[in-house]
C-alpha cells in the first residue's frame, strides 16, 4: 500500500511546477478510540482549506488498510509564505487544538518532486 502512495505522491507532486512549491508528506499515528472523531476533524479542515486557501494546492489523506490508525497526508502549497498562512487560520487551528490528543505521533517528512516542471492535465 504505501509503494502505491509513494507512486501516488509522486505523480500528484508533478502538480508543482516551480522549484518554490511546498510538498510534503505528513505520517500520523491517531489513537485508535479516537479515530472516527479524529476522521471528521481532518475531513472537515482539508474540505475547508482546499476550498477557500487558493495557496492550497493539494491536501490527500489516506489510511492504510493493514494499519487503520495510520494516516499518510499528500500536502502541496504554492509556496512557504502559503503554508505559514495555512497553518495560521481558524479551521486549520481547530483541527489542531481539536486533535492534540487523538495524534501518537507525527512526522513531516519534507519531499523533492521529481520533476517539478511538468504539470497535470
Given at each position: 500500500m504505501m509503494?502505491?502512495?509513494?507512486i501516488l505522491a509522486l505523480v500528484l507532486s508533478l502538480k508543482a511546477t516551480a522549484q518554490k512549491h511546498m510538498v510534503r508528506l505528513a505520517k500520523l499515528e491517531i489513537d485508535s478510540a479516537q479515530l472516527e472523531s479524529y476522521q471528521s476533524f481532518l475531513k472537515e479542515e482539508i474540505e475547508t482549506s482546499v476550498k477557500v486557501?487558493?495557496?492550497v494546492l493539494t491536501l490527500y489523506a489516506v489510511f492504510e488498510?493493514?494499519?487503520p490508525t495510520k494516516?499518510?497526508?499528500?500536502?502541496?502549497?504554492?509556496?512557504?509564505?502559503a503554508y505559514q498562512s495555512h497553518i495560521q487560520t481558524p479551521h486549520f487551528l481547530k483541527y489542531k487544538n481539536g486533535t492534540a490528543n487523538m495524534?501518537?505521533?507525527l512526522e513531516l517528512v519534507?519531499?523533492?518532486p521529481l520533476?517539478?516542471?511538468?504539470k497535470i492535465k
Open positions: 509503494k502505491y502512495f509513494i486557501e487558493a495557496g488498510k493493514k494499519h494516516v499518510t497526508i499528500l500536502e502541496i502549497y504554492s509556496d512557504t509564505a495524534v501518537k505521533s519534507e519531499t523533492i520533476i517539478p516542471e511538468m
